[in-house]
């Protein structure tokens, strides 16, 4: 008779339509809805038809062979995704910081000023120069000058280094330097992209419930909860950036983190050139995706076939899917 009902209980268990099977994944969470009738399309495609809010045009070659640069360090709130603000920790009150571009000899002067409650720091990724001298602490309300000579051209890296260092670039400390070979590139219409992370929870504020700060836990288990390209989710699938069909197109793309590489890709295109970090020569030719690691960077170069909405990613997609999207727009 005890078999009998074990196996009843058995059937029934095995019959029933709201019992999953042991070791079955939830499925109460899956996202069931596309954003975009697109492939890759991980964020709605917008019409650009009012300009992003982080312009991602790269600036004009220097003419200059000297560059006097002054950024201030300062404690800011700044816009996050869908509006969100968010504690930042800025050069130039701004996440990224100022894009810089320099030629290989030029001079650079630099100084920065401490405008923040704690100290901090400066590290180029582009120059070569003694850390222990000039990679120090600079206190609040204290300014630190040093200067040094571009010598190998890229798209590099700068961000404080002030220990530790995660957080102090999780909190937005970082920005892209060009440094140009001395002979030009061809002639391409240029873009700038800083890919960084946010890792956020209540800032805590009463007056704004909605405000976010940084969460140092979540950081260390590598959750970000916004993969970003310059500073905001997703603006660049809202706001696609122009292109016209067959030009060559430069991508300078650097890789902030502070966690995670960019697989960079760009739906219905392959690399013609990558050049990563110092190369004069191309890395790659005819690559559909490279990878960019945390605290290096690329420049990509591509031409687009055909007028259309051509979504560029880093191919990690669960970072994708948290705002590692764009659309080069294609005319």
């Known amino acids: 008779m005890r078999r009998i009902l074990v196996a009843a209980a058995v059937l029934a268990a095995c019959n029933s339509p709201e019992r999953a099977p ?36 790269a600036p004009p070659r ?16 700044i816009v996050l995704t869908d509006g969100v603000p968010f504690d930042a920790w800025t050069f130039d009150g701004q996440v990224p910081g100022p894009v810089l571009r320099v030629t290989v000899g030029d001079t650079v002067d630099f100084t920065v000023v401490n405008k923040a409650p704690i100290p901090h720091s400066m590290d180029f990724h582009a120059a070569e120069i003694s850390p222990s001298r000039v990679y120090i602490n600079v206190n609040p309300n204290d300014s630190l000058q040093y200067q040094f000579v571009a010598h190998v051209a890229g798209a590099f890296m700068y961000h404080c280094g002030t220990a530790p260092v ?3 670039i999780a909190s937005g400390m970082y920005g892209a330097i060009i440094v140009d070979p001395v002979r030009p590139r061809p002639a391409a219409r240029e873009y700038v992209l800083v890919q960084s992370e ?5 800032a805590g504020d009463k007056a704004d419930s909605t405000a976010m700060a940084i969460d140092w836990q979540k950081l260390l288990s590598l959750a970000p909860d916004h993969v970003v390209f310059n500073g905001r989710a997703a603006q660049y699938a809202t706001h696609p950036l122009p292109v016209k069909a067959h030009e060559l197109v430069r991508i300078y793309l650097v890789n902030a983190g502070p966690n995670r590489a960019s697989a960079f890709h760009v739906v219905g295109a392959i690399f013609e050139r990558v050049f990563q970090d110092g190369r004069a020569t191309p890395t790659f030719e005819g690559i559909q995706t490279a990878e960019v690691p945390v605290g290096g960077g690329a420049v990509f170069e591509l031409r687009l076939a055909e007028p259309g909405n051509y979504p560029f990613v880093s191919h990690a997609f669960a970072d994708a899917t948290k705002g590692a999207v764009g659309i080069l727009q294609a005319k």
């Not at 079955?24 to 899956?30: E, I, T, V, Y």
């Not at 946010?198 to 209540?202: C, G, L, N, V």
């Open 22 to 57: 042991a070791g079955a994944p939830a499925q109460a969470n899956l996202p069931t809805h596309s954003p975009a009738d697109i492939s890759h399309g991980e964020a709605p495609i917008g019409t650009g038809a009012t300009p992003a809010p982080i312009d991602a045009v």
């Open 62 to 77: 220097a003419t200059s062979r000297r560059h006097k640069i002054r950024l201030e360090m300062r404690h800011t709130r």
């Open 166 to 168: 995660a957080l102090h």
């Open 198 to 202: 946010f890792y956020t929870r209540s």
